[in-house]
């Protein structure tokens, strides 16, 4: 199985900008899909953006489009999410996942490593 590491989390005003990391060890080299998800109080969670591993291609929920960006790392086996103009609504609990299949990347089907998630909270 893939180890997932979430980091970057924390507490940001309105219209600023935060940047998480998912630092992947373990058997990485089954790992085709990474995702972002978020799940705040009383809320289901909810895809955020994914990543094909193999050419880096992008996925992004409709919630997050223009202002969230996923890249990531390969030497490293990190994958990244650049949040900028965060939203109070953005305010969740984090998680990073990790698939073996890129098949309905923007759902949870694909994704069987999950990371221990990271709070971020965007204050109004």
């Known amino acids: 199985q893939v180890q997932l590491v979430e980091s970057g989390g924390g507490l940001v005003q309105a219209g600023g900008s935060l940047r998480l990391s998912c630092a992947a060890s373990g058997r990485t080299f089954n790992m085709y899909a990474m995702g972002w998800f978020r799940q705040a109080p009383g809320k289901e969670r909810e895809f955020v953006a994914g990543i094909r591993w193999s050419d880096g291609s992008t996925y992004y929920g409709d919630s997050v489009k223009g202002r969230f960006t996923m890249s990531r790392d390969g030497a490293n086996s990190t994958g990244y999410l650049q949040m900028n103009a965060l939203k109070p609504e953005d305010t969740a609990v984090y998680y990073c996942?990790?698939?073996?299949?890129?098949?309905?990347?923007?759902?949870?089907?694909?994704?069987?490593?999950w990371g221990q998630g990271t709070q971020v909270t965007v204050s109004s």
């Open positions: 996942a990790a698939g073996r299949t890129t098949y309905a990347i923007t759902t949870l089907l694909p994704y069987d490593s």
